[in-house]
C-alpha cells in the first residue's frame, strides 16, 4: 500500500472544493491499491500502483490526452509515482440484472464501443508500447510464448513452431495491433456509456485477442449467431476475407497473453492463493 497516495488525492479534491469525507480501502493487491473517496459531488475512486504496473497510469493519461472514446478521463494522474484520481463510472454490467436477451443487447453494445477505443488507439501503437505497456504484438508473440512456456508449462514448448506458424498467418490478414485490455469481463465495464476500466492486464496486441476473455463474459458465451456479440464487434472491422478464421486464430493465441499478465501478477505475490499459482501454465496448456 502507497501510504502517501491518499493525502495526495485528498489534497487534489479539497484544492477544487470537493470536500472528500473517509476513504474506504476497497483493494489492496500487490498490482493496485484502490479506495473509494466520498465528495460533495459524488464518489470518486483513487489508484495507486507499484512500479511494474505504473504503465497503467501513464496510459489513462495518454488515452485522456488523445481524446480515444469510451474511457474514463482521470481527474489527476501523478505519473512517476503511479497515481490516478478517476470520478465514478457509475454501475458495471455485472451490477445490473438483466433478462438474458438485454444482457444481450448490453454486451452487442460493450464490444461495438470497445472497438472504437480499438481503433482509436490503433495509430499509437509505437507510443503505448513507449509509455511501458507491455509489447505482445504479432513477431513478438512466438518469443513471449516460448519464454512463458519455459518457466510455467515446458510440457508446452513442442508447440512453438505451430505458435509461430499462426501468429505469421493472423498477421497476414493485416489488421493493426492497438490496445487490448486482456481482462474484458463484465466486471471491468461501466454500464453508462459501455466504458472499460482496470486496464491493469493491458497489452499491445492484436485487437482481436481482447475476445477469448470477452466473449467467454457474453451471456450466451462465443455463440455464432449473426446479431450476437461477436458479430457486433466484426462489424467494426470489415473487409476481412475471413472473419470467422481470423477470430478462430487471435482467440487461440490470446492464451499467450492472459499467461503473461498472470506472470507479471504472480511476480509481485510472494503468496498466492493455490488456485492462481499456476496460472500463467493453465492458460498456456490451452493451446493443446
Not at 508447440?159 to 481482462?183: F, I, K, M, S, Y
Not at 481482447?210 to 455463440?223: R, T
Amino acid at each position: 500500500m502507497d501510504d502517501a497516495a491518499l493525502p495526495w488525492a485528498v489534497a487534489v479534491l479539497r484544492r477544487a472544493g470537493a470536500g472528500p469525507g473517509s476513504a474506504e480501502l476497497v483493494k489492496d493487491r500487490p498490482w493496485s491499491t484502490v479506495w473509494r473517496l466520498p465528495t460533495t459531488t459524488g464518489p470518486v475512486w483513487l489508484k495507486a500502483c507499484p512500479v511494474r504496473t505504473r504503465h497503467e497510469v501513464r496510459l489513462l493519461s495518454a488515452l485522456a490526452r488523445w481524446g480515444v472514446p469510451h474511457v474514463l478521463v482521470p481527474l489527476a494522474v501523478e505519473e512517476d509515482r503511479g497515481w490516478v484520481l478517476l470520478p465514478d463510472g457509475g454501475p458495471t454490467v455485472r451490477d445490473v440484472l438483466l433478462d438474458p436477451v438485454a444482457a444481450g443487447g448490453r454486451w452487442r453494445d460493450v464490444l461495438a464501443a470497445y472497438g472504437e477505443v480499438q481503433r482509436a488507439t490503433a495509430p499509437h501503437a509505437d507510443d503505448l508500447v513507449a509509455l511501458g505497456v507491455p509489447d505482445l504484438r504479432l513477431p513478438q508473440l512466438p518469443a513471449a510464448f516460448e519464454r512463458l512456456a519455459q518457466r510455467w508449462a515446458p510440457d508446452v514448448l513442442p508447440l512453438l513452431p505451430r505458435v509461430r506458424d499462426e501468429a505469421a498467418e493472423l498477421a497476414a490478414a493485416g489488421l493493426p495491433a492497438t490496445l487490448q485490455h486482456d481482462d474484458l469481463h463484465d466486471g471491468n465495464v461501466f454500464t453508462v456509456g459501455a466504458r472499460p476500466f482496470d486496464w491493469g492486464d493491458a497489452c499491445v496486441g492484436h485487437p482481436f485477442t481482447s475476445l477469448l476473455v470477452a466473449l467467454d463474459a457474453a451471456p450466451e458465451g462465443p455463440s455464432p449467431d449473426p446479431r450476437g456479440p461477436a458479430a457486433a464487434y466484426l462489424a467494426g472491422w470489415p473487409g476481412l476475407p475471413d472473419p470467422a478464421r481470423v477470430l478462430q486464430l487471435a482467440v487461440r493465441l490470446a492464451v499467450v497473453s492472459r499467461a503473461d499478465s498472470w506472470d507479471r501478477a504472480l511476480a509481485g505475490w510472494p503468496d498466492p492463493p493455490a488456485g492462481f499459482r499456476d496460472a500463467p501454465g493453465d492458460w498456456l496448456r490451452r493451446l493443446r
